[in-house]
């Protein structure tokens, strides 16, 4: 196997991992760090790719910014772990993981399932050729820069709106009603 | 296994080993550059000219007993200081200190004294200082601990403050330089004009270089900006309840992030390793004494500033600092294009 | 040999992983984690086929996914702190009252 195959099954591998663990764990705090895991995994899959920009921007925003954030809201809120009346009675059988709760997660890995033997179906359906990669190199980050403020400056301003937009609301709806309390940081 | 790639792994492992002894000469430098400024000797005893106290502090923290707080949550409670120290290292990684050398002629091609060869260097230092608050954010919460909580939640707050303004600070400079790797950043403030002043970015960025280092003080959590773990205000913050080796990776972290913080302000405004009188392959001597200067400086600032509150560190980082840096990178856009630099 | 379809598979795999924590899961912040698995899992669809295709399209199309990501996960977040401070829970069966 060369080098690329065996990144490429290894960072695939701790990607999926994570994202199981995530959707498996009680402690949202964990969750959040195997998520936090899974995108590196997916930065260094966007590396494979010859995306460096996209592979960095990944860590500074969404590993380096969001996930601060949804921490910081689970260390905030203190939230007590997920537990619901049916929990409490099982508690004195044993299991109360919430994945092992039969009807939820039967229909849960049955959509799974599902959804994945549909998606693989219609997305390799297309390729005529063996979709391999061609040679040539993608754009660098002077020609992403380019085309963002030539193409697609109009997308690129609406977006600087939206985020200023989304800064506001987040600020006004997390605030108390009765003192001036901590805004959040988006 | 050609010579360059030998070599290649041999200057990851030296870049490890520098890190880890710049760290313990920098708990000596502090130490005497304090005593001085406060007109005191400093340690005198352990070794000539106490020159072996930080193997003393080593070996006592070593010795001291590991603990752990009964309701701290184990995993992430061995986490957090493992998280801090491996960021520091990593973005040491694309930092290039020289220039091309070839070792005395021992590897036929230049050996480009930088670990990791990136041509976005500079994002990747971005996004590793990015990734350094949950070093900080999980310890202050695992050690289930009030002052911990809080100074842990401040710290980090912080430093994604000022992350805002050091990135427009960063960007002010790729503005100028029209490039993202800093191997070429450095090598575009090569020669002088009017054969006297170094083409160095500083005198082209002036805000800009003040903006940098004040939010990297403020990323490394030094004074002025240490409120969060002030011995004075929160019992040391989110590493109180860390003790022997744990607290001596948060430590190490910290002054590694202090060496990292002033080896990149060199790189972007101090020219790197390009300097009068020496051939560009001891550059490296150059790039050690820009960033001995930063690190006095360093020093300096915090035994010589009283500490800001939190609530005045937020609003300077908010109100001002960023405020600065827009304005900075706006007048810098604007005469790029104007003198088509 | 990595090929287009490898990524395509991953990144259907991911989505579904995401789908079905938002299914199952019954607190509010990690049904949010799932959704951010299922954005990053088509931001990863979108960035091999700009490569497969040749272009820098695919990278921008992510810039821009992420930024929007980052937008709804504030707002989103915001919201589950309304709901948190009105019923102390962040199970979505506490917030039922609009049923009929």
Redesign the interface.
Known sequence: MSSEATLFYAFAAIAVLSSLLVIGQRNPIYSVLLLIASFGALSGLYLLLDAPFAAVIQIIVYAGAIMVLFLFVVMLLNAPREETDEDLDREAHGETHPLLRPGPMRLGAALAVGLIVELVWALTKGGGESGQFPGGAVGSVGAIGRSLFSDYAFAFEVTSVLILVAMVGAVVLARREASPGPSEHP | MTPLVAAQIGLAIFVFFMLLSSAAAMVYFERKVAAFLQQRVGPYLVGPKGLLQPLADVVKLMFKEELRPMAADAF?FALAPIISATCAFAAFAVVPFGGDTTLFGLIPEGLRLQVAD???AI??V???A??S??GI??AG?SSNSKYS?LGG?RS??QM??YELSYGLALASVLVVANS?SLTDIVNRQAGTWFGVIPRWFIFLQPLGFLVYLTAGIAETNRAPFDFPEAEQELVAGYHTEYSSMSFAMFFLAEYINMVTVSAVATDLFLGGWHGPFLSETIGWLWFLLKVGAILFFYVWMRWTLPRYRYDQLMRFGWKVLLPLSVVNLLVTAAGVLYFEL | MVTLNHYLVLSAILFSIGTAGVFVRRNLITILLSIEIMLNAVNLSFVAFGRALGAADGQIIVFFVMTVAAAEAAVGLAIVICLFRLRESLNPDSFVSLRW
């Open positions: 992430l990136v041509n976005v994002l990747v971005f996004a590793i990015s990734m608050v949950y954010v999980l919460w909580l939640l980090s707050a994604i403050s993202l």
